[in-house]
């Protein structure tokens, strides 16, 4: 099939030649690529509370903080939790509570306007648990508002109705260090004239600290609350130094030996506030290790200083790889070969937490971060092999052995329901969301069909040509055909699927699309139906949610109003994303929506800047819906490419 007269061949090639030759120059002399994991300002913000706990702050460039904090400020007073949101209360008095304690004013221009922002939307009360957690180790919250979470928990055994391994791997390295710090219950008065009184819409002195009721079944955990505040005032908590020990030894093992714990911000934080509560000394070297993971995290420039949540090098060089390959470049092309080997070596070879429920699988995983021994993830895992797959190495044994590895663990790791979660396997006790603690609504992490689908996807693009890989494929059947049956489950009525890690709709459907049409020819010879009509259906939906620019977007609001579903401005990701999944349907059904697809490539390249990279500030990345999104700032490049490539592969049929 040859395409003419829709998208210029000399713009195309021009387009994904300035692609590649932007990431290239942005290779890292070790081999990977890694940008920017943009989120809040409640990052920087409790990180600059911790530095004044461990009365480090002299030594970090916390005047640059205070820049970055007031550039980030809307005209409306508020900070955002994502580009665009309107601005949001807790996100707000967090950024409040960083400046006041930097010494800022509140008669500062800048914190009168975030006054009336906050206090027009029901002031310190109604922020969320977290926001009053960091207000209470300060004494602009009282502990009695906080839920509280006995030190028990961690003594309970497995094959117990709960223990701390059916929460999530994100809020478990969280929580743990959480136990003691909401049994200490310390006040750090590094400042005695700072409070936030002026942030209590009904002011401080009339405020009710305690947790509010949702009038159904959920208030049995105010109840227990109720109990456990009750053991706390006369000191009649069972079991709780054994707890605390418990509590203390586990944060010890799991710091990594660059001082990480969970290579993430939130259990690395928690983990120090929880030592602090235990008085290490702030030369201790595990006290040392851990601010210097922090610190390994910070963006400072001339002007700004910022915290990032996470870091994403695996990740960001997984997909670097897939676009340049599927965009023209050789697979033993010098920085291919030079990152996938880079990529060999950060397979995690050791046991993690996921080997609690999982007692059968092997190591062979690998993290988003540079350093998260024990929090392997199957969407970095599958991403990682299909890079592997496409390169070629001068070890062509050692790339096969490390491939045959990853799979056997992500295999092991499929849950009861079928699909694949990001962290563990069946960790998926709903009602844990419900606790007051939990009011992100993130504690677990059930199978999703966006990280099902990236396995599947993993699955059907391992080498025809291997006679190994085909085999290990045929004795997967029975796991394949329950994943299938799950993402059949996981469809919408109107045809899409929900994007648990990536903005919304565009993105989980994008990845199933590409999942089901790589593995539909292994489905249809194990004498099944073809999955055109749930691909067609998903491709129509697609198609129906079209900019008129030619572009895709959705906002993050998607997540709260489902009327917003597909709905936004057209942003360079989720336009890739939603030709990435055009094209993958159209492999299947023989009928490509060229007019359509055009349309997204014209927009593409129209946007392209002259260096090569595209421009987006929505954020694209979800890391818990409706409370916490991330811009990748890779996002908006290689997923272009791959469209590009993927485009240009089909110019040529």
Not at 26 to 55: C, F, H, M, R
Not at 56 to 69: C, G
Not at 572 to 584: D, E, R, Y
């Amino acid at each position: 099939m040859k395409i003419e007269n829709q998208v210029s061949v000399t713009q195309l090639k021009d387009a994904i030649a300035a692609s590649q030759n932007f990431l290239f120059s942005q290779q890292n002399p070790d081999g990977y690529w890694w940008a920017e994991l943009e989120s809040n300002v409640t990052i920087i913000s409790e990180i600059i509370l911790l530095y004044k706990i461990w009365g480090i702050d002299q030594t970090r460039p916390l005047s640059k903080a205070e820049t970055y904090l007031r550039s980030q400020q809307r005209d409306h007073g508020g900070w955002e939790l994502f580009y665009g949101d309107g601005g949001e209360l807790s996100t707000t008095v967090e950024a409040y509570m960083a400046l006041k304690i930097l010494g800022v004013s509140e008669t500062d221009h800048a914190l009168i306007k975030a006054k009336k922002f906050i206090l027009e939307r029901g002031g310190i009360t109604k922020t969320r648990i977290f926001t009053k957690l960091h207000l209470a180790l300060i004494g602009c919250y009282e502990w009695r508002g906080i839920p509280s979470i006995p030190p028990w928990i961690m003594l309970l055994p497995e094959g117990s109705p709960f223990t701390i391994y059916e929460m999530s791997s994100w809020a478990r390295s969280s929580t743990v260090p959480l136990l003691i710090v909401f049994d200490k219950k310390p006040i750090f008065r590094f400042d005695s004239s700072l409070n936030l009184d002026e942030l209590y819409t009904e002011g401080r002195q009339n405020a009710i600290f305690e947790l509010s009721k949702n009038n159904d079944w959920t208030d049995i955990f105010i109840g227990l609350d109720h109990i456990f505040k009750f053991s706390e005032l006369f000191n009649i908590i069972p079991l709780r130094e054994q707890g605390l020990k418990a509590a203390e030894k586990w944060i010890l093992e799991r710091q990594e030996i660059t001082g990480d714990w969970a290579g993430i911000i939130p259990a690395m934080l928690n983990s120090l506030l929880a030592l602090k509560c235990l008085n290490y000394s702030v030369s201790d070297p595990i006290v040392q290790r851990g601010l210097e993971a922090i610190d390994n995290f910070a963006i400072e420039t001339e002007e700004t200083y910022r915290m990032q949540a996470c870091v994403s090098p695996v990740w960001d060089t997984a997909w670097v790889i897939r676009a340049l390959i599927e965009s023209g470049i050789n697979p033993d092309h010098p920085a291919i070969t030079q990152s996938s080997e880079w990529l060999i070596r950060q397979q995690i070879l050791d046991y993690g937490d996921w080997n609690i429920k999982n007692k059968q699988g092997k190591p062979g995983g690998w993290a988003f971060e540079f350093m998260n021994q024990f929090y392997p993830d199957l969407d970095d895992s599958a991403v990682v092999v299909m890079a592997l797959n496409q390169a070629k190495i001068a070890d062509e044994s050692l790339k096969t052995a490390t491939i045959t590895r990853g799979i056997d663990w992500m295999i092991s790791m499929q849950c009861k329901a079928g699909g694949w979660a990001a962290f563990d396997m069946d960790n998926d006790q709903d009602w844990i969301n419900a606790v007051p603690y939990g009011d992100l609504k993130a504690m677990i992490d059930p199978n999703t069909a966006d990280v099902t689908a990236r396995v599947i996807e993993m699955l059907g693009e391992l080498d025809p040509n291997s006679s190994e890989f085909q085999l290990k494929i045929q004795s997967l059947k029975p796991s394949i055909e329950r994943a299938i049956s799950y993402l059949k489950q996981e469809q919408e009525t109107d045809g899409s699927w929900f994007g648990r890690w990536g903005v919304n709709y565009i993105y989980g459907t994008s990845g199933v699309l590409s999942a089901l049409a790589v593995i539909n020819p292994i489905y249809k010879q194990w004498g099944h139906g073809c999955l055109q009509p749930l691909m067609k259906r998903g491709a129509n939906w697609l198609v129906s949610c079209q900019n008129i620019d030619g572009g895709w977007g959705e906002t993050c609001h998607s997540y709260n109003n489902p009327k917003l579903k597909g709905k936004g401005v057209s942003t360079a990701s989720q336009t890739a994303w939603a030709l990435i999944g055009l094209m993958a349907t159209g492999q299947v059904t023989g009928s490509y929506e060229m007019e359509i697809i055009t349309a997204g490539i014209n927009y593409l390249i129209s946007t392209q800047l002259s260096d090569g990279r595209w421009d987006e500030s929505e954020f694209t990345g979800t890391g818990f819906p409706g409370h916490f999104y991330i811009k990748y700032h890779y996002y908006q490049h290689y997923f272009p490419l791959l469209a590009l490539g993927r485009y240009q592969k089909l110019q040529e049929l």
